[in-house]
């Protein structure tokens, strides 16, 4: 144990290698932490929530290709925080790469998933794992069904067992799981050979068989994995309703209860808005729009007169013709969209479409 305190937790790596299947096809030319999310790319609002809480050198753990991540770091010069990508050639697990990088640390760091959306005060979870002793701390909150996650068994504010997905007659009711946000010491992960490795299968079992002490800290606050195009927009709603407190949401001024709008947005004086709705820097909005609710334009898109959208993400630079009626839709960016168009119930649209086109539900709107 490093025995620092929670403001010399500087250092945080983030697990960011994820394929994105799920979330195809946004993630077709974008690796899923870079999608953009409440106007700007995921991983901008991890880091800005690590920089809030004093950490300062961030890894970014990442597939083959660093190319993507690149704008990382001017992002992260502006928050005086330093942020390093690492590529994995071969894949290592959750816990691989972590190992290679951390071999020569010696004080506690921050371990995140890339692709959970959450707000939880990590500062504290720094306060938490100094005040236990703990070898490690894990964020665990309580979910009514847990047969989709790693369940924690926690005695006296210890881990002291993991079920993995379990059968629901196996754990029928609520139940503490992994939230995605670890503190870790080094020496954790020292006993381990280099090469492919899991936290959830390998590191934390293991740690318990060998009686280490692993800290369970229980958090209320909401989580979310956006992985899927329902869940992306489900991870809208809660940071439009604040269930969930997003940086590039709350920096944006709020001019009405629920409605935020740029300062650099042009709103035609007739938009009806219905709560909540946010719309970014540069956006244009024609006349006899109306938006929402939970709705998002981001930064310079234009939404074209008499449209209406209902839970719906527009990405930046995106274009919306004239009278188009969009509903339960994400619209990738830079993508152009002629008049009147419509779509219904789950759709995402990453290509141009023509005038008049109506997309079926589910449909998935990519370039040929």
């Avoid at 991983?43 to 300062?56: D, M, N, S």
């Avoid at 709705?295 to 004239?322: E, F, K, P, W």
Wanted: a negative charge.
């Amino acid at each position: 144990m490093s025995g620092v305190p929670a403001a010399v937790v500087t250092r945080a790596v983030v697990l960011a290698g994820g394929a994105g299947t799920r979330l195809w096809p946004l993630t077709v030319t974008t690796p899923k932490p870079l999608v953009e999310f409440a106007t700007e790319p995921f991983l901008f609002g991890v880091i800005r929530r690590l920089a809030t809480a004093g950490v300062c050198d961030i890894w970014v753990l990442v597939g083959d290709d660093a190319a993507p991540f690149l704008n990382l770091n001017a992002f992260a010069h502006t928050l005086n925080v330093t942020v390093t990508t690492v590529c994995e050639t071969s894949p290592l697990g959750t816990a691989g790469g972590v190992r290679a990088l951390c071999s020569g640390w010696d004080d506690a760091f921050f371990v995140l998933n890339g692709d959970i959306l959450t707000d939880i005060d990590v500062a504290a979870v720094a306060a938490h794992h100094v005040a236990s002793g703990a070898l490690a701390s894990l964020v665990v909150a309580e979910v009514a069904d847990p047969s989709a996650y790693g369940v924690c068994q926690v005695s006296n504010g210890q881990i002291v067992g993991f079920l993995e997905k379990p059968d629901a007659q196996l754990c029928p009711g609520p139940a503490l799981v992994n939230a995605g946000t670890y503190l870790i010491e080094p020496g954790l992960l020292r006993a381990f050979l280099p090469g492919e490795l899991s936290f959830e299968r390998d590191v934390f079992p293991e740690a318990i068989r060998r009686g280490d002490h692993l800290s369970a800290v229980v958090t209320t606050n909401l989580w979310a994995d956006l992985g899927t195009p329902a869940r992306y927009r489900k991870g809208h709603q809660l940071v439009l309703d604040q269930a969930i407190l997003w940086p590039s949401v709350t920096r944006v001024p709020t001019v009405a209860p629920g409605i935020s709008i740029a300062a650099s947005a042009i709103v035609a004086a007739d938009v009806v808005l219905h709560q909540p709705v946010l719309i970014a820097e540069g956006a244009q909005v024609g006349s006899g729009v109306t938006l929402g609710p939970y709705v998002v334009i981001g930064v310079d898109a234009t939404v074209g007169a008499q449209c209406v959208l209902v839970d719906v993400v527009v990405h930046t630079r995106a274009t919306i013709g004239t009278g188009c009626q969009l509903h339960h839709t994400v619209i990738g960016p830079a993508v152009a969209l002629g008049a009147r168009v419509t779509s219904h119930d789950d759709v995402v649209i990453v290509t141009d479409v023509a005038d008049g086109v109506s997309c079926l539900a589910g449909a998935r709107v990519n370039a040929p």
